[in-house]
């Protein structure tokens, strides 16, 4: 279950695309088509010039994208100036659901962020997925706050 971990570039986007519209809730808010909008494109090129964030391609050794989620490294005063890394947009190949890859991504993702300097890693999760709260749980993630959102 070899997995191989990359900083995701331009050719990669369209199936990094597809894999955040392929689920209930990705289906509502994601616009998957060929060409790509521009809104995608221009989102990328802004994430990819930005050094406190990363966007990961998880390949199998085939070349085969299976995998992505997105890192946010996040400096502030609070805990003495330190880092936070927020894990983003986490995604498997549908077929690839249920192998373990999930574990594997967030064990490399905990890795990276303890070398990037971050003494915490948080993420959100939708409550419309039960599933992923136990899953983060597993993990070792805790419930500690209540998040809230105000779309604009």
């Not at 050094?51 to 502030?76: C, K, R």
Request: aromatic letters at 8%; hydrophobic letters at 40%.
């Amino acid at each position: 279950m070899d997995l191989l971990f990359k900083t995701a570039e331009a050719a990669d986007l369209p199936q990094i695309i597809r894999l955040l519209a392929d689920d209930a809730l990705g289906q509502g808010r994601e616009d998957f088509q060929l060409p790509l909008p521009e809104a995608y494109i221009s989102a990328f090129e802004k994430i990819d010039a930005d050094p406190s964030q990363e966007l990961i391609a998880v390949t199998n050794l085939e070349g085969d994208l299976v995998g992505t989620m997105q890192l946010s490294y996040i400096q502030y005063l609070t805990y003495q100036g330190g880092v936070r890394a927020q894990i983003e947009a986490v995604r498997i190949r549908r077929e690839d659901r249920g192998k373990g890859f999930g574990k594997l991504m967030f064990q490399w993702a905990i890795e990276l962020s303890k070398q990037k300097g971050a003494h915490l890693v948080q993420l959100t999760t939708d409550k419309k997925r039960p599933e992923a709260v136990k899953f983060y749980e597993s993990l070792g993630f805790m419930p500690t706050h209540e998040g809230m959102k105000l779309h604009l």
